[in-house]
């Protein structure tokens, strides 16, 4: 089941969710939705995966809310999918 991380009502329709069907080489990361656009954001960097859809149509406040939830959602990522977890298993970089 996928998580989805609490946004203020004022940032409806914006989304952010760690989906459940990910592909396990990618980095682990969060999407964030805008109706029917789509972002990437690595859990391990905090940075924007995609430079195409510009990461600077992102809402700021959007942008804010992951920043300061990234420690929650790599935890969340961490228990979806425990071979790809976000920091580097021993021996892997």
Known sequence: ????????????P?????LD???LFEE???????????WRVS???GMFLD?????????PAVVAAV?????ILRKEWDERFPTNP????EGEE
């Open 14 to 18: 914006w989304k952010v969710k760690i």
């Open 28 to 38: 682990p990361h969060v999407t964030i939705r805008f109706k029917t656009t789509h």
């Open 1 to 12: 089941m996928p998580y989805e991380l609490p946004l203020p009502a004022a940032l409806t």
């Open 51 to 59: 430079e195409n859809p510009n990461p600077s149509d992102v809402s």
């Open 67 to 71: 920043q300061s939830k990234l420690e």
């Open 21 to 23: 069907n990910e592909l």
């Open 86 to 89: 976000v920091a580097p298993l």
């Open 43 to 45: 859990l391990r960097s």
